[in-house]
């Protein structure tokens, strides 16, 4: 559980369910999507990345990485979105999303979502979409680099700062690791429902923001027919409607 302790104390203050969240973020969607799933009261703090609010100072006293999603509980501040729903489904127990049978496999499939996502969803995101659009200024760049501790952000950041594109290795890496992933979960699918069987776990949640952004980036799932029934199927839920449409209804016109 990523608990840590913030330098902008103004949010140990807080009462209840608060969430830093940016609209068009994959990891923010799982978060938003669990929340709508309990039922549970939250107070929204929309953190629009387009025009880099979390690069400042306040926001990096929050989460020290300046990334979204942000959770603070009852004054206690929670990063890392998949750490975040697990720690959801656990304090509000009802409705459970764990898998009944495996929990343990259900936790591998959130820790796999969020092994991949600097060194795969990131690169393959960034380069083909949304690099061009979040572009900082000289200013803006002196800015996080000042703000930055994490090394990998920045190597990641560094790679598309000024005139720089992300390379043909970069996104060959980022392909590859996603084809093995996506043929993982297309066998996982195999004849049933959901990830786990025919439970819809935190597993599935985990997973469809990363189909609809990748799917806006024009990510090609042709070949995986399970995937597409899967997300097809999801896509009627109250939760992704609300938690992922509603902020974000098309990622390929962001």
């Given at each position: 559980?990523?608990?840590?302790?913030?330098?902008?104390?103004?949010?140990?203050?807080?009462?209840?369910?608060?969430?830093?969240?940016?609209?068009?973020?994959?990891?923010?969607?799982?978060?938003?999507?669990?929340?709508?799933?309990?039922?549970?009261?939250?107070?929204?703090?929309?953190?629009?990345?387009?025009?880099?609010?979390?690069?400042?100072?306040?926001?990096?006293?929050?989460?020290?990485?300046?990334?979204?999603?942000?959770?603070?509980?009852?004054?206690?501040?929670?990063?890392?979105?998949?750490?975040?729903?697990?720690?959801?489904?656990?304090?509000?127990?009802?409705?459970?999303?764990?898998?009944?049978?495996?929990?343990?496999?259900?936790?591998?499939?959130?820790?796999?979502?969020?092994?991949?996502?600097?060194?795969?969803?990131?690169?393959?995101?960034?380069?083909?979409?949304?690099?061009?659009?979040?572009?900082?200024?000289?200013?803006?760049?002196?800015?996080?680099?000042?703000?930055?501790?994490?090394?990998?952000?920045?190597?990641?950041?560094?790679?598309?700062?000024?005139?720089?594109?992300?390379?043909?290795?970069?996104?060959?890496?980022?392909?590859?690791?996603?084809?093995?992933?996506?043929?993982?979960?297309?066998?996982?699918?195999?004849?049933?429902?959901?990830?786990?069987?025919?439970?819809?776990?935190?597993?599935?949640?985990?997973?469809?923001?990363?189909?609809?952004?990748?799917?806006g980036c024009g990510y090609a799932y042709d070949t995986y027919p399970n995937i597409q029934r899967w997300a097809a199927a999801l896509q009627e839920k109250p939760s992704f409607q609300q938690?992922?449409?509603?902020?974000?209804?098309?990622?390929?016109?962001?």
């Amino acid at each position: 559980m990523a608990v840590i302790t913030p330098t902008n104390t103004s949010v140990q203050e807080l009462n209840g369910l608060h969430l830093y969240h940016g609209d068009m973020s994959n990891c923010s969607m799982r978060v938003r999507m669990t929340l709508i799933e309990k039922g549970l009261d939250w107070t929204s703090h929309h953190i629009d990345l387009k025009k880099k609010e979390n690069i400042s100072e306040e926001y990096f006293g929050i989460n020290p990485n300046g990334l979204v999603p942000t959770l603070v509980h009852d004054g206690v501040v929670h990063i890392e979105s998949n750490d975040i729903i697990d720690y959801l489904d656990n304090t509000f127990p009802h409705p459970s999303l764990r898998a009944l049978d495996n929990n343990a496999e259900m936790m591998e499939w959130l820790h796999l979502a969020a092994a991949i996502h600097l060194p795969a969803i990131k690169p393959y995101v960034y380069a083909t979409k949304i690099a061009k659009h979040l572009k900082k200024t000289r200013e803006e760049q002196a800015q996080y680099d000042a703000l930055q501790a994490n090394d990998d952000l920045k190597e990641f950041h560094a790679k598309h700062k000024g005139s720089r594109q992300f390379s043909d290795e970069d996104v060959g890496k980022a392909q590859a690791i996603l084809a093995e992933c996506h043929v993982k979960l297309e066998t996982a699918l195999q004849g049933q429902d959901w990830i786990m069987g025919e439970q819809f776990t935190l597993a599935d949640i985990s997973w469809i923001p990363l189909y609809h952004v990748l799917l806006g980036c024009g990510y090609a799932y042709d070949t995986y027919p399970n995937i597409q029934r899967w997300a097809a199927a999801l896509q009627e839920k109250p939760s992704f409607q609300q938690g992922v449409l509603k902020w974000c209804p098309d990622f390929s016109k962001v």
